[in-house]
């Protein structure tokens, strides 16, 4: 019966000593938890923002290369546009030079004897 009795005291004592650090331990641990849930809350809430300002800043990107697309598109027909016009006063330049011409060997033609 000794023996039953001092392993019932030594099993007493441990239960004095160690029962209190496991409970203080438990609620730490439920602490520490609860932080890590209140961060792990806080760094969906900062990736939600970066998502937001990512997007910003895309939409943002594509709007000033639309807005550089639709420049160069306008200048690039311009360009065209003036391409043509230059071209339409040449041939018009042209015409006007060769009509004299023609119209002097028109008449040289018929004067020119018969053969």
Do not use: C, W
Not at 29 to 43: C, E, I, P, V, W
Request: charged residues 30%; aromatic residues 4%.
């Amino acid at each position: 019966m000794s023996n039953e009795n001092t392993l019932q005291t030594i099993k007493l004592a441990i239960q004095d000593i160690v029962a209190p650090e496991v409970r203080e331990l438990k609620a730490e641990l439920k602490g520490l938890s609860h932080r890590m849930d209140q961060l792990d809350h806080r760094m969906d809430q900062l990736e939600r923002r970066m998502d937001d300002r990512f997007a910003l800043a895309e939409r943002r990107m594509d709007e000033r290369f639309e807005a550089s697309n639709a420049r160069s598109d306008a200048q690039f027909q311009a360009i065209l546009a003036a391409i043509a016009r230059s071209t339409a006063e040449n041939e018009l330049m042209v015409y006007k030079q060769i009509t004299p011409l023609a119209q002097r060997i028109a008449a040289l033609e018929t004067a020119r004897p018969a053969a």
